[in-house]
Every structure is written in C-alpha cells, then in structure tokens.
C-alpha cells in the first residue's frame, strides 16, 4: 500500500513537471512581441527632450516639440522632429550646427518626458501614466496597480492618437501601446 502510494505520488509528479518543459523553438506570441520591442520609438508633438551640445551650454538644455512636429534650437531656428527616432534627431541637430555654426559638434538627446498614455475603466487606478517604451496593455494595466475585482481579462479597447475610434484587442502579452493612446478596460458580465 506504502509502495503504491508512492509510485502514485511520483507518476504524478513527473506528469506535472513534464507539462512545464518546453524544448521547442520561439513561436507565435513571442516572436510578435520581439518584433515590436525592435521597432525604435518615433518622436511626435508633446514629447520633451534634453539636448546637450558639448562645450555649447548656451545650446544645451529642453525642448519641446512643437504642435508642427519641430523644435526650436538656437542658432538655426525650427528643426523638423517628429517622426525621427532620438539617434536620427541627434544626427540632424549636429549636421544642422556644423553647416555653419559649431565646428564638429557632439550632441546628445535623452527623452525627459514621452507623451502620457492614459486608461480607464476596471483598473484600480485609472488616470494618465508616462509612456515608456516597448509598453504592453499588460505592463499598462500594471502600471494603473492591476485590475479592480469586476475586470473583463479577455480583452481591451484601445483608441490609439492617430485614431478616432476606440478597437478591441486581445489582452496579451504582444499588445503593444502607443504614446497617447486611450486604454479602457471594461466590466465583466455574468
């Protein structure tokens, strides 16, 4: 009787443990959610940056880019920005310095502040958030502290800035978020 229960304990043991191995190669969800994470932030209106031009301190310091998608930098007036990722804005400010204005110039741009996201609806804090990027739906709602008790998990309504209607996504792991997009997540219905 001893014995059995034993090899009754361990057969199941063995059947749980194998249900947790996985041998096989990256597949669906995950290769979705890599693919997005390498796609570079682009830059848009509202997004707040710190520029630093070495030796330049009368150039360095924050800027905000304008409504028409351009920053306005000493010396060279409006430098187009939206749509460029940090790096591409980098290169355009230095080559716009040394046409005439600085010999060789070094620069460097940190985002201060990205565009907030904000979401609604059955999360335990709803309100607006800083976007940071490569943000999930999933991250998102852990950014508001979680689902409130009345949560509908399967999916969510998403209205991205370059939209005017809301769309209902999965909730998963590869749904990404874009800065200023309007996240609600709804009840659930018994």
């Known amino acids: 009787m001893k014995a059995s229960l034993i090899w009754a304990a ?7 443990l194998s249900g947790c191995a996985s041998d096989g190669p990256i597949t669906g969800s995950t290769q979705a959610l890599q693919a997005a994470q390498a796609t570079p932030y682009k830059l848009s209106a509202g997004d707040k940056l710190h520029i630093v031009v070495f030796g330049e301190n009368n150039l360095s310091g924050d800027y905000t880019i304008t409504p028409e998608g351009t920053i306005g930098f000493p010396l060279v007036g409006d430098i187009p920005a939206a749509g460029l990722t940090i790096s591409q804005l980098q290169k355009s400010v230095a080559d716009s310095l040394s046409n005439r204005y600085v010999q060789n110039p070094r620069v460097t741009i940190d985002a201060s ?6 979401i609604l609806g059955e999360v335990n804090k709803p309100g607006q958030y800083s976007y940071t990027p490569d943000l999930t739906a999933m991250a998102a709602v852990a ?3 979680g689902f409130t008790y009345r949560a509908d ?3 969510i309504y998403i209205r991205h800035a370059r939209e005017a209607s809301e769309r209902q996504y999965p909730l ?6 874009e800065p200023g997009d309007t996240i ?7």
Do not use: E, G
């Open 10 to 16: 361990t057969l199941a043991l063995v059947i749980a």
């Open 172 to 177: 998963s792991a590869t749904t990404m978020i």
């Open 143 to 145: 950014t508001a502290q």
């Open 184 to 190: 609600r997540v709804t009840q659930r219905y018994f």
């Open 113 to 118: 502040s990205l565009r907030p996201f904000y």
């Open 153 to 155: 998990m399967s999916y």
